[in-house]
Structure formats: structure tokens, C-alpha cells
């Protein structure tokens, strides 16, 4: 995915849960305080330094960002275990194990 399009992307500064999609398929599944600000780490110059080449892998193939605002950090926990439970063979999230 590319910096140009999160741009578009009008994400919220509110806690949730995001997701790296790619044909409809959910790549990986993460939780975050600030929507906004989260995401866009994934995009900073230094994240293979950071984060190591597997997230910058993910990035590169993901197609897209969805996300869902929820009330608090503790409701974007709980609805992120529960995704990643319903959605056990993410294609990144077994590497991160």
C-alpha cells in the first residue's frame, strides 16, 4: 500500500481496531489508541528499522486499510482478540507469533 492512498483515507483519531486487506482478505489485524497515528507508523521511512522486514512485507502487499472505532482501548483489546480468533490463519499474524 502506498503512502498516496492512506492520505485519502480519512482515519479517525479515536481508538479501534485496524486491518491490512488484500483481495478482500484480511492480512493483519492490530489495535490502536489513535487510529490515525497508527496507521500511519506503517509508513514512517524508518520502519524497517523499527519493525523488521516482515511488517514492511505486509505493508508492501497489502491493498488497502479498514478499521473500526470502538469506545475505549480497552473495547479495541477485546474486539482484536476476538477478530484474531475468528481469523486464525492471517497471513502475517503466525509470523509475529
Known amino acids: 500500500m502506498e503512502y498516496a492512498k492512506l492520505k485519502k483515507l480519512n482515519l479517525p483519531d479515536k481508538p479501534g481496531v485496524y486491518f491490512f ?3 478482500g482478505k484480511i492480512l493483519y489485524i492490530g489495535k490502536a ?3 490515525r497515528a497508527r496507521v ?3 509508513f514512517n521511512p524508518d520502519l524497517y528499522l523499527k519493525r523488521g522486514p ?5 505493508v508492501a502487499e497489502a491493498r488497502g486499510v479498514k478499521w473500526e472505532v ?4 480497552l473495547e479495541a483489546l477485546i ?3 476476538n477478530l ?7 497471513r502475517f499474524w503466525a509470523i509475529y507469533q
Open 40 to 42: 500511519r507508523s506503517y
Open 70 to 73: 470502538t469506545g475505549s482501548v
Open 84 to 90: 484474531i480468533k475468528k481469523y486464525q490463519r492471517l
Open 33 to 35: 489508541t489513535s487510529l
Open 21 to 23: 486487506v488484500k483481495g
Open 79 to 81: 474486539l482484536e482478540a
Open 54 to 58: 516482515i511488517t514492511v512485507e505486509m
